[in-house]
T-cell receptor, first 114, second 116 residues
Framework: KQEVTQIPAALSVPEGENLVLNCSFTDSAIYNLQWFRQDPGKGLTSLLLIQSSQREQTSGRLNASLDKSSGRSTLYIAASQPGDSATYLCAVSKNSGGYQKVTFGTGTKLQVIP | DGGITQSPKYLFRKEGQNVTLSCEQNLNHDAMYWYRQDPGQGLRLIYYSQIVNDFQKGDIAEGYSVSREKKESFPLTVTSAQKNPTAFYLC???????????????FGPGTRLLVL
């Protein structure tokens, strides 16, 4: 059974700092890995999608890396801003009986202090 | 604007009552999903549908039912058999793994269900 762990559960940083969020998964036979952002009481917004054949993806100040063999992914946020405050979730997917089974981590709650 | 809508935003359920959560998408996606989110836990899959008139149980389907009569709609009913229904419910859609393409899932804004 796939398990996805995110450490730390919560993180507080001053504005302008670069930071790294971690995600680990137990079953390396994945199709892709996604990083999502969730604001309080809201749905999830997809930030980056990394296919299993890729090593990283970049979007603006965000960079996500994937090391499938070791079961790890990191989300790097450069020059953090108060607007980055949210919960960040990682999710891995694999083919399970013909459908995309997605397993989510419990998230890292980020607070960027002005 | 294309997207996924969920209604209502808040829903209150009385003891022994069935309630239905709405999920509609105009993205022309084949696949739709229902997840439940509890504090301190990751999202857990309740039901999914790969195509109209077809749906499958997820990891925690007991006490829930769904239908997929239209491509755009995937309503979730929380039945009286679900003993702990208080949670945040999220609906999602994707292009469709039926085609063998593992694409990103797009999420609705969620419905918070509370028990009176």
């Amino acid at each position: 059974k796939q398990e996805v762990t995110q450490i730390p559960a919560a993180l507080s940083v001053p504005e302008g700092e670069n930071l790294v969020l971690n995600c680990s998964f137990t079953d390396s036979a994945i199709y892709n890995l996604q990083w999502f952002r969730q604001d309080p009481g809201k749905g999830l917004t997809s930030l980056l999608l990394i296919q299993s054949s890729q090593r990283e993806q970049t979007s603006g100040r965000l960079n996500a890396s994937l090391d499938k063999s070791s079961g790890r992914s990191t989300l790097y946020i450069a020059a953090s801003q108060p607007g980055d405050s949210a919960t960040y979730l990682c999710a891995v997917s694999k083919n399970s009986g013909g459908y995309q089974k997605v397993t989510f981590g419990t998230g890292t709650k980020l607070q960027v202090i002005p | 604007d294309g997207g996924i809508t969920q209604s209502p935003k808040y829903l209150f359920r009385k003891e022994g009552q069935n309630v239905t959560l709405s999920c509609e998408q105009n993205l022309n996606h084949d696949a739709m999903y229902w997840y439940r989110q509890d504090p301190g836990q990751g999202l857990r899959l309740i039901y999914y549908s790969q195509i109209v008139n077809d749906f499958q149980k997820g990891d925690i389907a007991e006490g829930y039912s769904v239908s997929r009569e239209k491509k755009e709609s995937f309503p979730l009913t929380v039945t009286s058999a679900q003993k702990n229904p208080t949670a945040f419910y999220l609906c999602a859609s994707s292009i469709g793994s039926v085609r063998g393409v593992m694409e990103t899932q797009y999420f609705g804004p969620g419905t918070r269900l509370l028990v009176l």
